[in-house]
Nanobody
Framework: QVQVVESGGGSVQTGGSLRLSCVVS????????MGWYRQTPGKEREGVAA???????NYADSVNGRFTISKEYAKNTLYLQMNNLNPEDTAMYYC????????????????????WGQGTQVTVSS
């Protein structure tokens, strides 16, 4: 059974940084895709950053240049380094994966059969 567990959220001031982590286990397909989403109350969950099966990365326009997604294969861990945070980045952040090959920033937009973590809150104050 696939398990996805995030950590690393917290509260920072505008301009600060945070790094989120996500550990996955129980998968069967080694070249899985992963991504980060975020959601605020009353809004749909939106893709923030995604990493394809071949390691290619894709970002939402709102975070491009500020956030960096990376994956440490040996530890089955996904990271999201978030720099220059602003209050609009305040949200619950979720890690997601699909247990099959994907490309083209698939997990920036795909949500129907994702495995999800429980979420970690990021709060940015002005």
């Amino acid at each position: 059974q696939v398990q996805v567990v995030e950590s690393g959220g917290g509260s920072v001031q505008t301009g600060g940084s945070l790094r989120l982590s996500c550990v996955v286990s129980g998968y069967t397909y080694r070249s899985y895709c992963m991504g980060w989403y975020r959601q605020t109350p009353g809004k749909e969950r939106e893709g923030v950053a995604a990493i394809d099966s071949d390691g290619s990365t894709n970002y939402a326009d709102s975070v491009n240049g500020r956030f960096t997604i990376s994956k440490e294969y040996a530890k089955n861990t996904l990271y999201l380094q978030m720099n220059n945070l602003n209050p609009e980045d305040t949200a619950m952040y979720y890690c997601a994966m699909v247990d099959y090959f994907c490309k083209g920033g698939y997990l920036l937009h795909h949500t129907s059969d994702n495995y999800w973590g429980q979420g970690t809150q990021v709060t940015v104050s002005s």
